[in-house]
């Protein structure tokens, strides 16, 4: 199985390669200057398909693959020149040939002109254009199956989108937000037959009159322009399908979505109802979907969030539970309601209901105690997210921008748990509930008062509350010593309730002053202002139906500890900061620093704390373009890191069963040193895609663990460790991607390594993890020809606690086909084989997921017919390993049984 990637890379190759030529050539102006970024295109002179196409490199360099025996038609151009136009014959017995151009200028080509055919991709200053009929198979289905075959373009397994190497941060739709540019919404739901054209936006920046001033490199968005039959009209698709399981339950799904695009208006709305184990937006995705939010203070250097209070909540992996129902609806909108004036918005609601059985065995560090659980959880996941946006901009000097976000939800779960460890037994049953609810609303203006004097406002308040609540019972008697239970009970009910809630204000004024095209000042001045108010309160639910509150520990050595958190917390930042951006030649510098006045203040169990706090933080950023599309990037930052009120408020509260945690009211912040390398080179001559970074983070005065763990029963606090302690964490990841015809190969290194220090047992605890992926695949776009994806994943997990080694290996081949046979039918299939052992040689699991999908479409015939079969070999679990300062952990996770369904989808 490790030779199959190899053998099949080189037959394929070889058959390519055999019937082929290279035609090589260089393109200049009447004066004999090379043309960087030209277009070459190849048609068949017989048929007028398009054979092949290049773009010019620094040297004006192209080269075309062309196949022996025929007679081509080459078209060169380049904006602002005439084309120049040759027939080109081939001979079945050619050897490599050359072929230059010479362009002259025209004064009819001006800037903006579109050429007269298409060109599978153009290259207009920062924007990439690809004309999407140019690469696709035929048997793309969704915008994610278009942007796969893209040179330089991934889509990750979750759906995000990353363009060399870098991930896009907004997905358009004609110019218009996509659900605010969420790319994991629009690579799974936008058909594929809508799409013309994608754009590719490099240096991105939303808001024209700061373009250029900072650094924008890492910002990347897409646009997506439609065909002209999907302009003006409704289109979209209705999907519906039922089956049976291998248990012979029913099974259904349920897919309708519809999409308007105007130029003054656009509609989006998408359904998606299944129980088959499609997840269309999770709880992660649900607390990562920002909404267009960002933290804009972070760039001062000052690390501070306002965090959700989780309770712990099971987590399906990669959407593979026990079972998973799903209900998922969402509309978007966009309105030019004036010339000056675009209002938008989007509203999303997601109910999931997931069942997650585990097998897991936990080996704690410090006690080497082994404890072996069986849990089976339920779980119910209700969302709700509604967001309203307006851009108003009068003229090209003034823009003003309003969002409000508001976030509500609800999460439920009740999971039992029999946990076994020591010769003990403990028979747990919990309940978690939690409904928070936010409120964000962000105000933005940039005022442009001349050439050389630039202004922008940002104005931010975050409003959040949460009640967590937490409930356990169990057979053995739980942290004794601590909690004072009536010990007469057969079974201890302990309950918990808390309740959190927040403010934040950010608020941040930018002037740039241009000094020339090369260089400008920054200065900032800004705040962050924060309160929180923190209660919980622990009490046991006694069998004759009354409530015993827990206000105090029991005691030890005459004292005792309150069980009651009432917390008042405060944290202000107050900064003032100065860059300076100065290019030369091929070299940007941004050197800059801030000066910070930090308060914070708590109030708790009769005792009002503070603490004010100066402190200056530089950073630097170089970047060194070493061609159009090469460059080298440096950055440095030092970080102040705060936490807020969860980690103040000094009364334990419950992180599960097992876990007790109390707050420290006089921690301090750590500071960071943060050191980033990364290269990027895109090579449009040979299809050649390489990015690669190294990071450095160095954390002084960390806020670490430091608690005591009585076989599993931990009871931990945080507090800064001593600076001779730091944690530090390196990581190196590479991506290579080359593109051969219609063959696309793409290898990722990935290796991460961290060590970290903790307090156990009044002893520091060292804590190390190396883990390595890597990950090869190749990826065939062929039109006529069977396609394939054939792959091959290893992952190394090393975790070395206090001592403790495991060490974990993934062995991961897969293999996708998509073939079209008999005319009107089409078969995809999908297979994922995983080999998991451990160093030890105690674990060895070997498994395998299958699914395949087979479809009939008549020719344009809007009605399509599919049978889909998930997880063929019914394979029953999957495996993962994790680790943190306390224990490791080996699981295994059951899955959805084989589900089989006949599915009907007609397009609209």
Avoid: C
């Avoid at 827990?550 to 917390?569: A, H, K, Q």
Wanted: charged residues 20%.
């Amino acid at each position: 199985m490790k030779n199959l990637l190899f053998y099949v890379l080189v037959f394929t190759l070889s058959g390519v390669t055999a019937q082929t030529i290279k035609v090589r050539g260089v393109i200049k102006d009447s004066i004999g200057n090379p043309l960087e970024l030209a277009n070459v295109i190849a048609t068949q002179e017989a048929t007028g398909d398009i054979e092949s196409y290049a773009i010019t490199n620094s040297d004006g360099q192209y080269q075309l693959d062309l196949g022996k025996g025929s007679s081509y038609v080459l078209k060169a151009s380049f904006l602002g020149y005439e084309t120049a136009e040759i027939v080109l014959q081939v001979p079945e017995n050619a050897e490599n040939m050359t072929q230059d151009f010479e362009l002259k200028q025209s004064a009819a080509q001006l800037e903006g002109v579109e050429i007269v055919y298409e060109m599978p991709v153009t290259v207009k200053g920062d924007t990439i254009v690809y004309n999407a009929d140019s690469f696709n198979r035929g048997d793309e289905k969704k915008l994610g199956d278009v942007m796969k075959n893209l040179p330089g373009v991934e889509v990750t397994e979750d759906g995000d989108i990353e363009v060399e190497g870098k991930p896009v941060q907004k997905v358009m739709v004609e110019g218009k937000d996509f659900f605010d540019g969420d790319s994991k919404l629009a690579t799974k739901n936008i058909p594929a037959d809508a799409v013309d054209k994608v754009e590719v936006l490099r240096n991105y920046n939303e808001v024209d009159q700061m373009r250029g001033l900072g650094n924008d490199q890492d910002n990347v968005a897409i646009n997506i322009k439609l065909k002209e039959g999907k302009k003006r009209f409704w289109f979209g698709e209705i999907t519906a399908g039922a089956g049976l399981d291998d248990e012979s339950e029913a099974r259904y799904l349920v897919h309708p979505k519809l999409f308007y695009y105007s130029p003054d208006y656009s509609i989006n709305i998408i359904t998606d109802f299944n129980d088959i184990g499609e997840v269309p937006f999770t709880w992660r995705d649900y607390f990562n979907f920002t909404g267009g939010f960002r933290n804009f203070n972070r760039g001062g250097g000052t690390s501070f969030n306002i965090s959700d209070s989780s309770l712990g909540f099971a987590i399906a992996q990669n959407n593979r539970a026990n079972a998973i129902e799903s209900n998922f609806l969402a509309g978007n909108f966009s309105w030019r309601a004036t010339q000056k004036w675009d209002v938008s918005g989007f509203a999303i609601l997601s109910d999931n209901k997931t069942n997650i059985v585990t097998n897991a065995i936990r080996q704690y560090i410090s006690t080497g105690t082994v404890e072996n659980t069986n849990t089976d959880v339920d779980q119910r996941n209700q969302l709700g997210m509604l967001k309203l946006s307006s851009v108003y901009k009068p003229n090209s000097n003034f823009q003003f921008d309003y969002d409000a976000l508001i976030k509500v939800s609800k999460q439920t779960e009740e999971s039992n748990t029999l946990s076994q460890f020591g010769g003990l037994t403990n028979d747990i049953e919990e309940g978690m509930e939690n409904k928070p609810a936010s409120i964000s609303q962000n105000i933005n203006a940039y005022y442009t008062l001349n050439d050389k004097n630039i202004f922008a406002g940002y104005l931010q308040h975050q409003w959040q509350d949460e009640d967590p609540f937490y409930n356990a019972v169990t057979d053995l008697l739980p942290f004794p010593g601590i909690l004072p239970l009536d010990t007469s009970e057969d079974r201890f009910d302990i309950n918990q309730e808390r309740n959190i809630k927040s403010h934040q204000l950010d608020s941040k004024i930018d002037y740039y002053h241009v000094l020339n095209n090369t260089s400008n000042i920054n200065l900032s001045l800004g705040t962050t202002l924060s309160h929180q108010k923190f209660n919980s309160n622990i009490f046991q639910l006694l069998s004759n139906g009354n409530r015993l509150d827990l206000e105090e520990t029991e005691e030890v050595e005459g004292e005792t500890e309150s069980l009651v958190n009432d917390v008042d917390f405060n944290f202000s930042d107050v900064f003032l900061g100065f860059h300076y951006k100065l290019k030369t030649g091929k070299f940007t510098f941004t050197p800059g620093a801030t000066l910070h006045h930090y308060g914070i203040s708590n109030e708790q169990l009769g005792l009002k704390t503070s603490q004010n706090d100066w402190r200056v933080l530089p950073d630097f950023n170089a970047i060194f373009d070493i061609k159009k599309s090469e460059s080298l990037r440096f950055n440095y930052a030092m970080a102040a890191e705060y936490t807020d009120v969860n980690n103040f408020a000094e009364a334990y509260i419950f992180n599960n069963y097992n876990s007790l945690f109390r707050g420290n009211r006089d921690l301090e912040n750590s500071l960071s040193h943060t050191y980033n390398l990364t290269y990027f080179s895109f090579n449009m001559f040979n299809y050649t895609n390489v990015n690669a970074s190294l990071s450095y983070t160095k954390r002084i005065e960390g806020i670490k663990s430091n608690g005591s763990i009585d076989r599993i029963n931990q009871a931990t606090t945080v507090e800064n460790i001593d600076s001779n302690f730091p944690d530090e964490t390196f990581s190196a990841f590479g991506r290579f991607s080359k593109r051969i015809k219609r063959l696309q190969f793409n290898g990722n290194v990935n290796v991460n390594y961290s060590k970290s220090y903790n307090i156990f047992n009044a002893e520091i605890q060292k804590s190390e993890s190396l883990t390595q992926n890597y990950r090869a695949t190749l990826r065939s776009t062929f039109r006529d020809w069977p396609n394939f994806e054939v792959g091959y994943g290893f992952t190394v997990n090393n975790y070395d606690n206090g001592g403790l080694e495991q060490t974990f290996y993934t062995h991961r081949p897969f293999v996708n086909v998509d073939v079209s046979f008999l005319k009107h039918f089409y078969l995809h299939g999908e297979w994922d084989f995983y080999n998991y052992t451990d160093k030890a040689d105690t674990i060895e699991n070997e498994y395998s997921f299958l699914n395949a999908k087979l479809y009939f479409q008549k020719g344009e015939s809007p009605w399509e017919f599919s049978v889909q079969a998930n997880n063929i070999l019914n394979t029953e679990f999957t495996n993962s390993d994790s680790f943190n300062d306390q224990f490791n952990t080996t699981n295994q996770y059951f899955v959805l049984p084989r589900i089989v369904m006949l599915v009907v989808k007609y397009e609209l």
